[in-house]
Nanobody, 110 residues
Framework: VQLVESGGGWVQPGGSLTLSCAAS????????MKWYRQAPGKERELVAS???GGTANSVPRFFISRDNARNSAYLLMNSLKSEDTAKYYC?????????WGKGTEVTVSS
């Protein structure tokens, strides 16, 4: 199983960024997909999740979606703030099966 995040980078405050998570080696439609982030010196925290049926939950300004045909999940982040600077991780969950990606860095700075 592989989860590969992409789309991170540097963005100015107020900007937007979309992260992608490409999954392989699993039956994507059977997995809840989640995005976490971890800022330097802080614990990893959940920012968004989307069920197998497409029910989405996220923190304000962030939107999660999935494309089952592409085995991919996405995180749209709007009105970015410096406190959104972190490494963002994709996670797939199905019962006791849980997988992490290696993450992608997001830096919000002027």
């Amino acid at each position: 199983v592989q989860l590969v995040e992409s789309g991170g980078g540097w963005v100015q405050p107020g900007g937007s960024l979309t992260l992608s998570c490409a999954a392989s080696g699993l039956t994507f439609t059977s997995y809840v997909m989640k995005w976490y982030r971890q800022a330097p010196g802080k614990e990893r925290e959940l920012v968004a999740s989307i069920s197998t049926g497409g029910t989405a939950n996220s923190v304000p300004r962030f939107f999660i979606s999935r494309d089952n045909a592409r085995n991919s999940a996405y995180l749209l982040m709007n009105s970015l703030k410096s406190e959104d600077t972190a490494k963002y991780y994709c996670r797939a969950e199905s019962g006791s099966l849980k997988y992490w990606g290696k993450g992608t860095e997001v830096t919000v700075s002027s």
